[in-house]
């Protein structure tokens, strides 16, 4: 990476920073009391005990910057109140403090007793990294590839439309029914959902839409933002963009987001404040739904039919960032025979070390499968078959694990979970029987 001038450096970050520091920035920068009791919250500690993988450790890099920008004596004499003046070298040696130790969990947060959010802290850190040309290069890519399929999207309608097809010809061989659909840019749908890449985010939910008779559409975009991983909310807002203009176009009272921590937490939360105003249509998880769906008994699950011992993975987005706790466990008491409770869980569950960008970072695997000691210490005590997990950043770290210390588990998504649990009219189960022309 080419060197800059420390003056033009000093200038940017300043500007940046002005930005970023809104309220709850500020309160993360000023309320530390440096008592340390977050260090055992961290996965990353955790795994590793050193001082760089406490969190208030990483905070302190952006404090140290910040006091120097806009501390009126950090300015004049930097050493007399700890700021750090801005320049390449400290830049670069906060790429591993950011993008590869933290994933941004919020762990931390919820064990302060002063309520410090690290996360929000490494967020800006990131942000200053992705501005100044030192963000990970594969962020970049998905992030810009999202964009590109907007506005490349008349020439990759087809094969996306193909692809879907194919899908749909799997859908009607589950369900039995050569009519069932997944349609795509149905105006006057009820739910647009928007998955991820990868047929396992498409076909169980479409199974479910079928069985429920949910009036549906499929998202031409996927829900992933790599904008926020990035740090970059003008991206990030520019990424959700297209789905919003999606939703609005088509009319849908809702948009339903795929079984994923940060793409739901984005919509859901974040992104309303970056367009100034309420979305036009309720956002919910595929989760939410699911759970939904089962209270009010529209799907007739056999939990039988998933006898094995499952344990459930709290994405940290979906459950302490999203509040997202009982309706996971809504759809396991339905749909499995043998639910065994990881500990700690649900909002004080370990991060499995995936999220934040991390599992599509080939060279901080090594970080990564490391800070994942915990999440396999739990998973181990459980004596669980299966793990079930509603994120698919963390299903991946979870496969990862599996495969790196030989956990001898199943990693799934509930969606799959109730699919296989589903039964049709007449007794069916999605695909063991032959294609027939049914109705459910
Ligand atoms: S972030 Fe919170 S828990 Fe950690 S040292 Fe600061 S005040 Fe203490
Ligand atoms: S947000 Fe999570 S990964 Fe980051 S410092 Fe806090 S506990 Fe550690």
Redo the contacts with the bound molecule.
């Keep these: 990476m080419g060197k800059s001038d420390n003056t033009e450096l000093t200038k940017k970050a300043r500007e940046l920073l002005r930005k970023q520091v809104d309220r709850k920035l500020a309160a993360a920068l000023e309320?530390?009391?440096?008592?340390?009791?977050?260090?055992e919250?961290c996965h990353y500690y955790v795994a590793d005990p050193r001082p760089e993988h406490?969190?208030?450790y990483r905070?302190e890099k952006l404090r140290q910057i910040y006091r120097g920008l806009f501390d009126p004596i950090g300015r004049i004499a930097p050493g007399w109140v700890g700021a750090v003046p801005v320049s390449d070298q400290m830049l670069d040696s906060l790429v591993e403090t950011s993008f590869a130790s933290c994933t941004m969990c919020r762990r931390?947060?919820v064990?302060?007793?002063?309520?410090?959010d690290?996360a929000l802290v490494v967020r800006a850190i990131r942000s200053l990294l992705t501005a100044t040309g030192r963000a990970p290069e594969m962020l970049e890519q998905l992030a810009e590839a999202a964009i590109m399929r907007e506005e490349g999207l008349e020439y990759i309608k087809d094969l996306f439309l193909e692809q879907i097809a194919e899908l749909e010809n799997e859908l009607r061989e589950k369900v039995g029914d050569l009519k069932a659909r997944i349609p795509v840019e149905e105006q006057g749908a009820e739910i647009l959902y928007v998955a991820l890449s990868g047929a396992h985010t498409i076909l169980p939910a479409s199974v479910l839409f079928y069985a429920t008779g949910t009036s549906w559409s499929l998202s031409l975009f996927e829900a992933a933002n790599y904008g926020v991983f990035l740090g970059d909310t003008p991206r990030a807002k520019r990424i959700t963009q297209r789905i919003v203009d999606e939703a609005t176009r088509l009319g849908v009272k809702e948009v339903v987001v795929s079984e994923c921590g940060h793409a739901y937490t984005t919509l859901r939360w974040e992104a309303p404040n970056w367009f100034g105003k309420p979305f036009p249509f309720r956002v919910r998880s595929l989760v939410e739904v699911m759970a939904e769906w089962i209270e009010k008994g529209k799907l007739k699950l056999d939990p039988t039919r998933n006898r094995l011992a499952v344990t459930y993975h709290d994405s940290c987005n979906l459950a302490r960032n999203s509040g997202l706790i009982e309706e996971p466990r809504t759809i396991l008491n339905a749909c499995v025979t043998d639910f065994r409770e990881m500990t700690p869980n649900k909002q004080h569950n370990y991060c499995c070390g995936g999220g934040a960008g991390l599992v599509a970072l080939p060279e901080f695997s090594e970080q990564r499968l490391n800070a994942g000691k915990p999440k396999v210490k739990q998973i181990k005590a459980t004596g669980a078959s299966i793990v079930a997990a509603s994120c698919d950043n963390c299903r991946h770290q979870l496969g990862e694990l599996n495969e790196h210390y030989e956990m001898g588990v199943e990693v799934i998504g509930l969606a799959e979970l109730v699919v296989n649990a589903l039964v049709l009219d007449k007794g069916r189960v999605p695909g063991k029987e032959p294609v027939v022309a049914a109705t459910v």
């Design positions: 309320t530390c009391v440096r008592c340390g009791i977050c260090a919250s406490v969190p208030a905070a931390c947060t064990n302060c007793p002063m309520g410090v690290n």
